[in-house]
């Protein structure tokens, strides 16, 4: 069984940069993946992306591509959302899970405000 907490959100201004955190208990393999995932207000989970435990190797949703980047610390076990030059579809709670998809174990949310 695998925790995950993840911190870091906020309130923003359009522009700005934010870094979200997501540490796990409990052992994760190489093969596992650590995603993101946000969803806005009155709207549906969305994918943002993962990293691959073992490699990682990265996949980003287009909306994403270029502006976000996750990494991770494996002795911490911890990934990280970097977020640069947020815009205001950016908003949401933004969660991360783990595992194998579809994944196993999620965290709670963080919620990330972006405001103009």
């Known amino acids: 069984q695998v925790q995950l907490v993840e911190s870091g959100g906020g309130l923003v201004q359009a522009g700005d940069s934010l870094r979200l955190s997501c540490a796990a208990s409990?052992?994760?393999?190489?093969?596992?993946?650590m995603a993101w995932f946000r969803q806005a207000p009155g709207k549906d989970r969305e994918f943002v992306g993962f990293?691959?435990?073992?490699?990682?190797?990265?996949v980003y949703a287009n909306s994403v591509k270029g502006r976000f980047t996750i990494t991770r610390d494996r002795s911490k076990n911890t990934s990280y959302l970097q977020m640069n030059s947020l815009q205001l579809t950016d908003t949401g709670v933004y969660y991360c899970?783990?595992?194998?998809?579809?994944?196993?174990?999620w965290g709670q949310g963080t919620q990330v405000t972006v405001s103009s």
């Open positions: 899970a783990a595992g194998s998809e579809p994944y196993n174990w």
């Open positions: 409990g052992r994760l393999y190489s093969s596992h993946h």
């Open positions: 990293i691959r435990w073992g490699y990682g190797t990265t």
